[in-house]
């Protein structure tokens, strides 16, 4: 069987058990900034678990992408030299959410593995739980199994192998794996081998049934949930791997075409690997590159890209660690960009998101390629003077090894390879020390979706139940004002219950039916005001958030008058002039995201945005910046879908209906079964839950303010609408004037004489400067060396400068040393409170004295630091009160230099 056939007859087999098929959800998890990335297919079924959500089906199966890069399922670093560790894996399942248990899903495996796929049976060993903790022995899958294998081939395992759970409480329960028994011929090396426990790949896991059937709570107790649940997964490249006979996952057709092609482009020949793999050479390279490739491009298809930051951080990690292993291969430039294609004939037929950002992708990792190739000229001259500086120490520290990584993008492994041909070895603890605190930082400043749920203390459980258990009921799709709708709940500052907020108070309140939208997909959330005329309530409604998934909204709210109280019937009025102009805005993105992919091609693909009343922010992928003639023609388009006043349409259909219509999705959302599609006929589509114009025409002016880079393959483009954008041609109006009556000229010459007169000041700046180092140097004749002294063989100038720039302070210096026969020059300059040092020395001195030595003794007297060459250095500081200290120093340092002895870092200057 081909893989393809593989995942296509494990979801036919489910299917035909009544079970949903499933579409994979993105790598991106929504709604969860828990989670790095999409690690398990029950992962988009969470809340289906938990009982937060309903869906129209209870089981369920997918075949889910998944990467495993961080935590305790980091497999990073296993990839290359394993034959059967990836960063990105399919996972295929099937999920009973309360519907079937133990006896179904245990028949079910057996029937799939033996009567489907034809494994013989007697190669098959099931495991159960055998009982650990206080967490009794599972008696029912032994029995089951012993229906099905002989008793002396159920294996029973502890907690770390056959025990799940979804976290230190909640859902958990007991596993029942299944092992497949590959053969004797596979050599292992211990004296017995010790099955499935046995390092060896004579046994392979390929199925786990994961019963959750308990929760766990705070102090550890399990209590039996209402309503148990089935999770099971199989890794795909490994029960292909059975099937086609293979011991690596990568002799399979999933990597064949793929190693391929690395082979064709490198010249090397990957394997052969049967009946066991040997190490080739080059193999473990060409692991990496093959399976890394697959990451980089599902991720990037998903909508991650390449950045300093969280996600982007580990794709960028991902993606250089396999341009170092092409290096090795014997790549020379940028490689990787020509093996998507083959990535995508392999598997688009199975994710259509491949195919349809094909050249998202492409460009993206071409882009990418050309910037490590940058880093590596750039970063291993640093790299050289960090291991020269460790020389001597035998040790290179964490964190200039982290440095080099983070800052200048060398890989570690890079770094490693060249300090150990050195015999220098690598402070590997304290670069991690450094790489964990960067970590925590990045995380901590990574923003998500809006909308999450907040704690609120509720007076009771009873309470507590009753709100959560109500529908989120929002009519501000058609309305902008509700009469009599009720106040469930109250809260004050502190979020706990309250009867009722007073006259000044402030706090959050819960409605019955509210047409107060929640921030979500980008756009912010409505404000306004609750009333009541007979009793002379006023309150201002400041924002919203939510309870929890599905329950009803939390009004946050300033009572200025009167007295809100629980039970009380209010009118809640949202602010009509701000609801529509955010309206506009959000209209407004929709026709910007058209014309971008009509005019930059269709790898343009939302990855954030803001709809906020004032201004709207988009988001995209795209590799470079856009020009401002393809900003103009955007802009002309977007004004011309204004002018033809089309009508804007909603309507609720099917998730992957819409989808396959056309419809875009944004990246980072999560939807439901249903979805409300917001289209502009012939010229937009897109899955969105936002308020929006009734016809285009309502958005009026629409004008670009800005267009930028974000992240690495992400631009932004910023644009306003309706008043405020008449507000920013006046105001942009009215500075052109202003320019204009400051020069005196026609607005036909307005141009030219602005560039006249820039020319002008570069020419007469220049001028000034080079009267400035010739008045430094004394005028054209001989006497700018008078104050040079004698120090043993070599003369030396040591001299405070004033008002010339950094370039003119080096040429001073290097015209100084020249004049001199054998010299060292020192200056000094101020300029608006900070100190300019620099340091030239004559070549033949250079043996005896350093340059970037001296600015290291000498910088820390001015508080700062500095380096350079051996011939020149130069540093900063921000103490020129300093600087008279700072060239009395200077003689003794270079006098101990011409001596022969050290000088010591940051020398006491004199009184």
């Given at each position: 069987?081909?893989?393809?056939?593989?995942?296509?007859?494990?979801?036919?087999?489910?299917?035909?058990?009544?079970?949903?098929?499933?579409?994979?959800?993105?790598?991106?998890?929504?709604?969860?900034?828990?989670?790095?990335?999409?690690?398990?297919?029950?992962?988009?079924?969470?809340?289906?678990f938990l009982g937060r959500e309903r869906r129209s089906y209870t089981?369920?199966?997918?075949?889910?992408?998944?990467?495993?890069?961080?935590?305790?399922?980091?497999?990073?670093?296993?990839?290359?030299?394993?034959?059967?560790?990836?960063?990105?894996?399919?996972?295929?399942?099937?999920?009973?959410?309360?519907?079937?248990?133990?006896?179904?899903?245990?028949?079910?495996?057996?029937?799939?593995?033996?009567?489907?796929?034809?494994?013989?049976?007697?190669?098959?060993?099931?495991?159960?739980?055998?009982?650990?903790?206080?967490?009794?022995?599972?008696?029912?899958?032994?029995?089951?199994?012993?229906?099905?294998?002989?008793?002396?081939?159920?294996?029973?395992?502890?907690?770390?192998?056959?025990?799940?759970?979804?976290?230190?409480?909640?859902?958990?329960?007991?596993?029942?794996?299944?092992?497949?028994?590959?053969?004797?011929?596979?050599?292992?090396?211990?004296?017995?081998?010790?099955?499935?426990?046995?390092?060896?790949?004579?046994?392979?896991?390929?199925?786990?049934?994961?019963?959750?059937?308990?929760?766990?709570?705070?102090?550890?107790?399990?209590?039996?949930?209402?309503?148990?649940?089935?999770?099971?997964?199989?890794?795909?490249?490994?029960?292909?791997?059975?099937?086609?006979?293979?011991?690596?996952?990568?002799?399979?057709?999933?990597?064949?075409?793929?190693?391929?092609?690395?082979?064709?482009?490198?010249?090397?020949?990957?394997?052969?690997?049967?009946?066991?793999?040997?190490?080739?050479?080059?193999?473990?390279?060409?692991?990496?590159?093959?399976?890394?490739?697959?990451?980089?491009?599902?991720?990037?298809?998903?909508?991650?890209?390449?950045?300093?930051?969280?996600?982007?951080?580990?794709?960028?990690?991902?993606?250089?660690?396999?341009?170092?292993?092409?290096?090795?291969?014997?790549?020379?430039?940028?490689?990787?960009?020509?093996?998507?294609?083959?990535?995508?004939?392999?598997?688009?037929?199975?994710?259509?998101?491949?195919?349809?950002?094909?050249?998202?992708?492409?460009?993206?990792?071409?882009?990418?390629?050309?910037?490590?190739?940058?880093?590596?000229?750039?970063?291993?001259?640093?790299?050289?003077?960090?291991?020269?500086?460790?020389?001597?120490?035998?040790?290179?520290?964490?964190?200039?090894?982290?440095?080099?990584?983070?800052?200048?993008?060398?890989?570690?492994?890079?770094?490693?390879?060249?300090?150990?041909?050195?015999?220098?070895?690598?402070?590997?603890?304290?670069?991690?020390?450094?790489?964990?605190?960067?970590?925590?930082?990045?995380?901590?400043?990574?923003?998500?979706?809006?909308?999450?749920?907040?704690?609120?203390?509720?007076?009771?459980?009873?309470?507590?139940?009753?709100?959560?258990?109500?529908?989120?009921?929002?009519?501000?799709?058609?309305?902008?004002?509700?009469?009599?709708?009720?106040?469930?709940?109250?809260?004050?500052?502190?979020?706990?219950?309250?009867?009722?907020?007073?006259?000044?108070?402030?706090?959050?309140?819960?409605?019955?039916?509210?047409?107060?939208?929640?921030?979500?997909?980008?756009q912010v959330s409505d404000t306004g005001r609750l009333t009541d005329?007979?009793?002379?309530?006023?309150?201002?409604?400041?924002?919203?958030?939510?309870?929890?998934?599905?329950?009803?909204?939390?009004?946050?709210?300033?009572?200025?008058?009167?007295?809100?109280?629980?039970?009380?019937?209010?009118?809640?009025?949202?602010?009509?002039?701000?609801?529509?102009?955010?309206?506009?805005?959000?209209?407004?993105?929709?026709?910007?995201?058209?014309?971008?992919?009509?005019?930059?091609?269709?790898?343009?693909?939302?990855?954030?945005?803001?709809?906020?009343?004032?201004?709207?922010?988009?988001?995209?992928?795209?590799?470079?910046?856009?020009?401002?003639?393809?900003?103009?023609?955007?802009?002309?388009?977007?004004?011309?879908?204004?002018?033809?006043?089309?009508?804007?349409?909603?309507?609720?259909?099917?998730?992957?209906?819409?989808?396959?219509?056309?419809?875009?999705?944004?990246?980072?959302?999560?939807?439901?079964?249903?979805?409300?599609?917001?289209?502009?006929?012939?010229?937009?589509?897109?899955?969105?839950?936002?308020?929006?114009?009734?016809?285009?025409?309502?958005?009026?002016?629409?004008?670009?303010?800005?267009?930028?880079?974000?992240?690495?393959?992400?631009?932004?483009?910023?644009?306003?609408?309706?008043?405020?954008?008449?507000?920013?041609?006046?105001?942009?109006?009215?500075?052109?004037?202003?320019?204009?009556?400051?020069?005196?000229?026609?607005?036909?010459?307005?141009?030219?004489?602005?560039?006249?007169?820039?020319?002008?000041?570069?020419?007469?700046?220049?001028?000034?400067?080079?009267?400035?180092?010739?008045?430094?140097?004394?005028?054209?004749?001989?006497?700018?060396?008078?104050?040079?002294?004698?120090?043993?063989?070599?003369?030396?100038?040591?001299?405070?400068?004033?008002?010339?720039?950094?370039?003119?302070?080096?040429?001073?210096?290097?015209?100084?040393?020249?004049?001199?026969?054998?010299?060292?020059?020192?200056?000094?300059?101020?300029?608006?409170g900070k100190v300019s040092l620099v340091v030239s020395v004559s070549?033949?001195?250079?043996?005896?004295?350093?340059?970037?030595?001296?600015?290291?003794?000498?910088?820390?007297?001015?508080?700062?630091?500095?380096?350079?060459?051996?011939?020149?250095?130069?540093?900063?500081?921000?103490?020129?009160?300093?600087?008279?200290?700072?060239?009395?120093?200077?003689?003794?340092?270079?006098?101990?230099?011409?001596?022969?002895?050290?000088?010591?870092?940051?020398?006491?200057?004199?009184?």
């Amino acid at each position: 069987m081909t893989s393809s056939e593989v995942r296509q007859s494990f979801l036919d087999y489910f299917g035909g058990q009544n079970h949903q098929i499933v579409r994979s959800a993105p790598l991106v998890p929504a709604d969860d900034p828990t989670l790095l990335f999409t690690n398990a297919g029950m992962n988009q079924f969470k809340d289906l678990f938990l009982g937060r959500e309903r869906r129209s089906y209870t089981r369920a199966t997918s075949s889910q992408k998944c990467m495993r890069v961080s935590g305790k399922h980091n497999d990073l670093n296993n990839v290359g030299p394993s034959w059967r560790h990836h960063t990105f894996f399919e996972m295929l399942g099937n999920f009973s959410f309360g519907d079937y248990f133990k006896p179904e899903a245990i028949p079910f495996a057996w029937t799939l593995l033996t009567d489907v796929w034809g494994l013989p049976a007697d190669r098959l060993y099931p495991t159960i739980f055998r009982g650990e903790s206080g967490i009794p022995r599972d008696d029912e899958a032994h029995a089951i199994w012993s229906g099905l294998v002989p008793a002396d081939r159920i294996i029973e395992l502890g907690l770390e192998e056959n025990f799940w759970a979804m976290g230190d409480t909640g859902p958990c329960g007991r596993c029942s794996e299944v092992h497949y028994h590959r053969g004797d011929e596979i050599p292992c090396g211990e004296p017995v081998c010790l099955g499935i426990d046995c390092s060896c790949d004579r046994y392979v896991e390929i199925w786990n049934n994961v019963f959750m059937e308990f929760d766990r709570d705070e102090g550890g107790a399990l209590t039996p949930l209402p309503a148990a649940s089935i999770d099971t997964g199989m890794g795909l490249e490994r029960i292909v791997a059975v099937l086609q006979g293979k011991v690596s996952n990568y002799d399979t057709d999933l990597f064949d075409s793929l190693l391929r092609a690395i082979g064709d482009l490198t010249g090397r020949t990957y394997g052969p690997h049967t009946p066991q793999p040997s190490p080739g050479p080059h193999d473990v390279s060409m692991r990496v590159v093959a399976d890394h490739l697959r990451a980089m491009t599902f991720l990037i298809a998903d909508g991650v890209m390449p950045s300093n930051e969280w996600r982007g951080y580990v794709l960028r990690k991902i993606m250089r660690r396999a341009m170092r292993h092409g290096k090795r291969l014997g790549t020379t430039g940028p490689f990787l960009h020509e093996l998507v294609d083959v990535l995508v004939t392999d598997m688009g037929p199975a994710y259509p998101e491949l195919p349809a950002n094909r050249d998202t992708v492409v460009q993206v990792v071409h882009t990418e390629e050309e910037r490590f190739d940058a880093v590596l000229n750039d970063g291993l001259p640093r790299l050289e003077l960090a291991l020269a500086d460790a020389a001597q120490r035998g040790v290179l520290a964490g964190p200039d090894v982290f440095r080099l990584y983070d800052t200048y993008g060398l890989p570690l492994d890079f770094v490693e390879d060249l300090a150990s041909e050195r015999g220098i070895t690598i402070d590997r603890e304290g670069f991690d020390v450094a790489l964990d605190a960067q970590r925590h930082q990045s995380r901590a400043t990574a923003s998500f979706g809006a909308g999450g749920a907040t704690q609120f203390q509720f007076a009771s459980d009873d309470e507590r139940g009753s709100v959560l258990a109500r529908p989120d009921h929002f009519d501000g799709y058609t309305a902008t004002q509700i009469s009599s709708t009720e106040i469930l709940v109250l809260f004050d500052e502190t979020r706990s219950a309250v009867a009722e907020l007073g006259s000044g108070a402030g706090g959050y309140a819960v409605l019955d039916r509210t047409p107060f939208y929640l921030e979500a997909g980008g756009q912010v959330s409505d404000t306004g005001r609750l009333t009541d005329t007979e009793t002379g309530l006023v309150a201002a409604v400041a924002g919203v958030e939510r309870l929890s998934p599905g329950a009803p909204r939390a009004h946050h709210v300033q009572v200025t008058e009167g007295c809100l109280r629980t039970g009380s019937r209010v009118t809640a009025t949202v602010d009509q002039t701000r609801r529509d102009a955010i309206r506009r805005n959000h209209t407004a993105t929709h026709l910007l995201h058209a014309a971008l992919r009509e005019r930059l091609g269709a790898h343009v693909k939302q990855a954030g945005s803001l709809v906020a009343p004032d201004r709207l922010r988009f988001d995209f992928a795209h590799g470079s910046p856009v020009s401002q003639t393809a900003l103009d023609e955007i802009e002309r388009d977007v004004t011309a879908a204004v002018l033809a006043n089309g009508s804007v349409e909603t309507q609720v259909r099917p998730t992957q209906d819409a989808i396959d219509a056309g419809a875009m999705a944004l990246f980072g959302e999560k939807y439901g079964e249903s979805v409300r599609v917001v289209s502009v006929p012939g010229v937009s589509m897109e899955l969105c839950g936002g308020t929006h114009c009734r016809a285009t025409g309502d958005i009026g002016p629409f004008t670009i303010t800005q267009e930028s880079g974000v992240a690495s393959g992400v631009r932004r483009i910023e644009a306003v609408t309706g008043h405020t954008a008449v507000d920013y041609l006046q105001g942009r109006r009215a500075v052109v004037h202003a320019v204009i009556g400051a020069l005196g000229v026609p607005e036909s010459q307005a141009v030219e004489t602005v560039d006249r007169l820039h020319t002008d000041a570069k020419r007469l700046a220049r001028e000034l400067e080079q009267l400035k180092l010739q008045t430094a140097l004394g005028g054209t004749t001989g006497g700018a060396t008078d104050d040079a002294v004698e120090i043993g063989d070599a003369q030396f100038v040591a001299r405070r400068v004033a008002g010339l720039e950094k370039g003119s302070l080096r040429g001073l210096a290097d015209s100084l040393r020249d004049r001199l026969s054998r010299g060292v020059v020192v200056l000094a300059s101020e300029s608006d409170g900070k100190v300019s040092l620099v340091v030239s020395v004559s070549q033949d001195l250079v043996g005896r004295v350093h340059a970037g030595q001296i600015v290291k003794t000498l910088a820390p007297i001015i508080g700062g630091g500095g380096g350079g060459r051996a011939d020149f250095a130069q540093a900063g500081g921000r103490q020129p009160e300093k600087i008279d200290a700072l060239l009395a120093s200077s003689r003794t340092v270079v006098g101990d230099m011409l001596a022969g002895k050290q000088p010591a870092t940051g020398v006491t200057a004199p009184a």
